[in-house]
């Protein structure tokens, strides 16, 4: 799965001002959500007209017109590439590795560890911001950091700068901290494909127009060559059938064909004995198609594609995803208004927002976060619930296991068509009483949705431990109706994961943190491991923050086991119940 960029800092720039705004951390699929007005479509401006000539190593060009911020207070376009931090300090050991694995002189680190001190002190908010300055390929850090301060970091300068470079002798200000910084810096700056702006207003254009953008103008040509290709280009045909295969998809036609007749003065679509013009079968059709085929000849790309919910109804805008995700190798930025993205699997989700002063975008990182989203687009619960079962679990990580099995047992089902996946927020419904109010409004919510699951953590620490008062409340209720309660067997759903796996995936996670096994039993804290406590050299200190998304991620790309406790049981009566509410 393609991440190109892992996030950029822009300021002055459109309507964001003064406040840097570090956007990250990217994924493959990441959505800007925001009300009108609120700036949605800026970081797409910004990828599409700059990040190409800074990732080159030049200077951003200047603004003019629309791009420049006019708020009270005015200063110079600023634009920084970001890289995870985790992952810019293995790639610069991979380029290294042979060269910092002995122990320095008069240290008891090597200089690997050295190296990642300076990567932890350059580091803001996990990332490496780096932007082009002076000469090209030239580069500084953001934020800045002078050479004053790096000399009393712990650091063995001279050993370390010897260790990369192979030259000796030297002085601090004019060899050792400058060359070793500009060599992590060069190795933090991404390797980018092209990149590619789909308008928000798109139009199947005519025969004879240059190809030249994404509105639509030479659509109908270009597919024409990919249709009928020359003969040292007969891998475009595979393009064509992709289109071709969506097209089947969003129809419900197993039959349906994509043409370019002849005279190319409309695309064709062969369906059900008859052949129509594709703008005949709505313009949802005609739009989620348009995009589709920009995204499958552009692919291997960055593509920023404008509101492409326009016209589409909820069930198409997840179609359209989930072709993105499983047909082309593309990272996407898209601007929207839609909630129906706001729970795209593997998917980030930014809430732009406007004050009056300044665009603010960040990274939505809680269910909290995700709420305000669909306050400020004004969204209500019934408006969410646009699929025959949902599914309510705490959190992100836990949608990724319930995808990763309910996919294991049924191929077939996928989220966002046969089923919905909510986050309730655990660490919130943990502190409620049988009888708030709030747990009264959740209960409330099977009325909206009768085919609904909701999966809790019984936070037991041993077997005879009793759940809490919010737990049995919902037992008993759901319990009245059709629908599904999970309470985790073990103490949390990590636990239904085999330990040593989980340990080895959270080591890999952490490589840097991790330095021995946690315990894994039913009713453990099967995610916690050991790290070195900074307070105490020497000893160990128990780390109970893992990424729990991050190895669940990695725990999902293999086979689903679903021996442990009562996995199976489980998931067979949440995938009857999806059959069920779908006439499957």
């Not at 795209?344 to 709420?371: C, K, M, W, Y």
Request: proline share 4%; net charge negative.
């Amino acid at each position: 799965m393609p991440v190109f960029l892992d996030g950029i800092a822009a300021q002055f720039y459109r309507g964001i001002g003064n406040e840097v705004q570090y956007i990250a951390p990217f994924s493959r699929m990441n959505f800007f959500i925001g009300a009108n007005n609120a700036g949605k479509s800026i970081v797409l401006n910004l990828l599409a007209s700059h990040l190409r000539t800074v990732a080159d190593g030049d200077m951003p060009t200047k603004l003019i017109g629309p791009e420049e911020y006019r708020g009270q207070q005015s200063g110079k376009f600023f634009v920084a590439l970001g890289m995870n931090l985790e992952q810019s300090f293995s790639k610069f050991v991979s380029e290294h590795e042979d060269k910092l694995t002995q122990r320095l002189r008069h240290s008891q680190r090597t200089a690997q560890e050295h190296i990642y001190t300076i990567f932890e002190k350059l580091g803001h908010l996990d990332h490496i911001w780096v932007a082009p300055f002076g000469r090209k390929h030239d580069w500084s850090p953001h934020p800045n950091v002078n050479s004053k301060d790096a000399e009393s970091w712990d650091i063995e300068w001279q050993q370390v700068w010897t260790r990369i470079t192979g030259s000796v002798n030297g002085n601090f200000s004019g060899h050792w901290y400058p060359q070793t910084i500009d060599r992590v810096l060069r190795s933090c700056v991404p390797t980018l494909p092209k990149i590619h702006l789909i308008p928000a207003k798109r139009t199947l254009g005519g025969k004879g127009e240059n190809f030249d953008d994404l509105s639509g103008r030479g659509l109908i040509d270009h597919l024409a060559t990919l249709q009928n290709p020359k003969w040292d280009k007969q891998g475009d045909r595979e393009k064509f059938e992709r289109i071709n295969h969506f097209l089947r998809e969003v129809t419900g036609k197993k039959n349906a064909t994509l043409e370019v007749p002849s005279e190319r003065e409309h695309l064709l679509v062969h369906m059900d004995n008859k052949v129509l013009p594709l703008e005949s079968l709505g313009t949802g059709i005609h739009e989620v198609i348009l995009i589709a085929a920009f995204c499958t000849i552009h692919d291997k790309s960055i593509m920023c594609i404008e509101e492409p919910e326009i016209h589409l109804h909820p069930l198409l805008q997840r179609k359209l995803v989930r072709y993105l995700q499983e047909n082309t190798s593309s990272q996407y930025f898209i601007a929207t208004h839609s909630s129906s993205f706001i729970d795209t699997p593997n998917s980030h989700i930014f809430h732009v927002t406007n004050d009056g002063e300044q665009t603010r975008i960040r990274a939505v990182l809680t269910d909290e976060a995700r709420r305000e989203i669909l306050d400020d687009l004004g969204y209500q619960a019934s408006d969410l619930l646009q699929t025959n079962a949902v599914i309510w679990v705490e959190g992100p990580s836990d949608r990724l296991y319930l995808n990763h099995w309910i996919k294991a047992k049924d191929p077939e089902l996928e989220e966002g068509i046969h089923y919905t996946i909510m986050f309730y927020g655990g660490s919130l419904i943990r502190h409620l009483s049988a009888s708030d109010e709030a747990l009264e409004e959740f209960i409330s919510l099977r009325k909206l949705n009768r085919n609904m699951a909701i999966v809790l953590d019984s936070d037991r620490s041993k077997p005879q431990d009793e759940l809490k008062p919010h737990a049995q409340r919902i037992v008993d209720e759901m319990s009245k109706g059709s629908g599904v309660v999970w309470i985790t067997k073990g103490r949390e759903i990590e636990n239904y994961l085999d330990g040593d796996t989980l340990q080895a995936v959270m080591k890999d996670v952490h490589p840097q943190l991790y330095k021995k096994a946690g315990k894994t039993g039913p009713f453990d804290h099967a995610f916690y491991f050991y790290r070195k406590d900074p307070d105490n050299p020497g000893r160990n200190k128990t780390h109970t923050t893992g990424d729990k998304v991050g190895a669940a991620a990695l725990i999902c790309d293999q086979s689903a086991d679903f021996a442990p406790l009562d996995l199976n049981e489980r998931i067979e009566e949440i995938v009857a119940m999806v059959h069920s509410a779908n006439n499957l």
